[in-house]
């Protein structure tokens, strides 16, 4: 399954926010249509992301194929769509880059950053189920947060595609999904996802996460990210700094998994990020709310990073 495809001249994606209810099928024809789906998450996740920005500046490419300016517009609108993943605008500028060679060579640059995720995540899912082994031994209980699974990848995810390779080997003994706070991307994705692979978990709420790590009944965390920064922080979904600091205190590794495309050296530490708030309506309809989407893990925390092409050992000291 490919969460986000070019099929016949338009966007392809999977509505998320139809889902766990409604399996529906959105086709995006304009740039209007991709950003307002990468606003309110119908496209979603770091590395769906940097495909949909690739894919949004192909269709641009098309549409004002004789008008540089309004394709200048429309490019500067898709890199900016969502300000934390590093992978939007690069996979935006991926493929903007191609733009004096014309549309066709802007939409085959598109088309290898959606083939560049489907191999990164195969490579992950490897490299990832031998450290959780090699860290925890065979058969651990993983607890996972927001979504990584396909629906963020293109097709088998980041941190979730480790869970599955697991799965597959005869090697994992359980998963919790943390339910992921205020829009459910956990009860609602992950749930959704780890059901169709026939793999059996549970949802438990954000705040249970830390107290079932000092409880026991977790080996490791296991989480994706939107964005790695030159000195290791991490930034991911709202909620990932506790577990962290949950997974210190109880002395587990927190584990990250991200495709190189998510690590941004250019990004000196999480100081520097432009965390997204999403404002209050998400929250609470009865009062003004602080609704930041992501936080900031210091490297220190981290026990390891797995990309697609390196396991970097944070505890030994490795950077990215
Ligand atoms: C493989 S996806 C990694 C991250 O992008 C994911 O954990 C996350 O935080 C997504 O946030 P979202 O706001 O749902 O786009």
């Known amino acids: 399954m490919r969460t986000i495809d070019w099929v016949n001249g338009a966007v392809e994606?999977?509505?998320q926010t139809a889902l766990p209810g409604e399996e529906r099928v959105l086709r995006l024809h304009t740039v209007g249509e991709l950003i307002a789906a990468i606003q309110s998450l119908a496209v979603r996740g770091a590395p769906a992301l940097g495909v949909a920005g690739a894919f949004g500046v192909a269709l641009a490419a098309r549409i004002h194929v004789d008008d540089p300016v309004a394709l200048a517009v429309a490019v500067q609108k898709v890199e900016t769509a969502?300000?934390?993943a590093v992978n939007l605008a690069r996979g935006a500028l991926r493929a903007a880059a191609l733009i004096p060679h014309g549309?066709?060579?802007?939409?085959a640059e598109a088309c290898a950053v959606r083939d560049e995720e489907i191999a990164a995540?195969?490579?992950?899912?490897?490299?990832?189920?031998d450290l959780i082994v090699e860290l925890c031994g065979a058969r651990p209980r993983l607890l996972t947060h927001c979504n990584t699974g396909a629906l963020a990848a293109v097709t088998v995810g980041t941190a979730l595609g480790v869970v599955g390779e697991l799965h597959q080997r005869g090697r994992l003994a359980g998963v919790i999904a943390s339910e992921t706070r205020p829009l459910l991307q956990g009860a609602r994705l992950t749930s959704w996802e780890l059901t169709r692979w026939g793999i059996e978990h549970r949802v438990a709420v954000d705040s249970a996460g830390p107290f079932l790590m000092a409880r026991g009944e977790v080996d490791a965390?296991?989480?994706?990210?939107?964005?790695?920064?030159a000195n290791g922080d991490v930034i991911n979904k709202i909620g990932t700094y506790s577990h962290a600091l949950g997974a210190?205190?109880?002395g587990l590794p927190f584990v990250v998994v991200a495709p190189e495309s998510t690590v941004d050296h250019a990004t000196p530490s999480g100081a520097h990020v432009e965390i997204e708030d999403r404002g209050s309506a998400e929250v609470t309809a009865w009062s003004e709310a602080v609704n930041p989407?992501?936080?900031?893990t210091p490297f220190d925390l981290v026990t390891a990073i797995v990309t697609d092409r390196r396991v970097i050992r944070v505890d030994r000291g490795e950077k990215p």
Not at 103 to 107: H, K, Q, Y
Not at 121 to 129: F, P, T
Not at 293 to 296: E, G, K, M, Q, T
């Open 13 to 15: 994606i999977i509505d």
């Open 82 to 84: 969502r300000p934390t």
């Open 221 to 229: 965390v296991i989480l994706g990210a939107d964005r790695i920064c």
């Open 293 to 296: 989407a992501f936080d900031i």
């Open 248 to 250: 210190r205190r109880a």
């Open 121 to 129: 995540s195969a490579a992950m899912a490897r490299l990832g189920a």
């Open 103 to 107: 549309p066709e060579a802007v939409l």
